[in-house]
T-cell receptor, first 109, second 116 residues
Framework: DAKTTQPNSMESNEEEPVHLPCNHS???????IHWYRQLPSQGPEYVIH???SNVNNRMASLAIAEDRKSSTLILHRATLRDAAVYYC??????????FGAGTILRVKS | EAGVAQSPRYKIIEKRQSVAFWCNPI?????LYWYQQILGQGPKLLIQ????????DSQLPKDRFSAERLKGVDSTLKIQPAKLEDSAVYLC??????????????FGQGTRLTVV
């Protein structure tokens, strides 16, 4: 399984944008980039995914580098409810969903 | 729509005892996953089913863990005998799979197991 590298933790101020980076230099051409987040005491929840083009949804935006070796999850205005662990995952053709350690996002009021 | 249901929510057992967890995925979801999440770590994939067949169980400690998915719907995960290091949250997730289209996985609330 191709691996991803994320910072252990990041901090943001409330109402400000947050850019969460992810490196995946060994990504294959058929791997989709998925982001999930896990709020305290809950199961992970889907945030967004993409293959080559940038993606937007109601929760966030996903910016994918042209060479696909890195991506950035963008939360446009962080709120206290966005404090969570964010996981960047490469979803293989076998449909496996393998989590790494993720990035702990702390949001300050 | 109803989410992924798991039971029980909490379980405390003594080491060497056995325990079983149950998962009911979202209706129509062919893919089902079981994960183990130890405190402070990301979820670790134990087993993945596609309908009632096993796609991947490379991380499942088969000497003590077993899982089945009868009729491609509900699934149970069993531990026998339990060890102290099995204390964790056990998460079940399900997703649709149609060809090369990757859909989001939905997770249950998990079962928190404490082995004493």
């Amino acid at each position: 399984d191709a691996k991803t590298t994320q910072p252990n933790s990041m901090e943001s101020n409330e109402e400000e944008p947050v850019h969460l980076p992810c490196n995946h230099s060994t990504i294959s051409g058929t791997d989709y980039i998925h982001w999930y987040r896990q709020l305290p005491s809950q199961g992970p929840e889907y945030v967004i995914h993409g293959l080559t083009s940038n993606v937007n949804n109601r929760m966030a935006s996903l910016a994918i580098a042209e060479d696909r070796k890195s991506s950035t999850l963008i939360l446009h205005r962080a709120t206290l409810r966005d404090a969570a662990v964010y996981y960047c995952i490469l979803r293989s053709p076998a449909n496996k969903l393998v989590f790494g350690a993720g990035t702990i996002l702390r949001v300050k009021s | 729509e109803a989410g992924v249901a798991q039971s029980p929510r909490y379980k405390i057992i003594e080491k060497r005892q056995s325990v079983a967890f149950w998962c009911n995925p979202i209706s129509g979801h062919a893919t089902l996953y079981w994960y183990q999440q130890i405190l402070g770590q990301g979820p670790k994939l134990l087993i993945q089913f596609q309908n009632n067949g096993v796609v991947d169980d490379s991380q499942l400690p088969k000497d003590r863990f077993s899982a089945e998915r009868l009729k491609g719907v509900d699934s149970t995960l069993k531990i026998q005998p339990a060890k102290l290091e099995d204390s964790a949250v056990y998460l079940c997730a399900s997703s649709l799979k149609g060809g090369q289209k990757y859909t989001e996985a939905f997770f249950g609330q998990g079962t928190r197991l404490t082995v004493v």
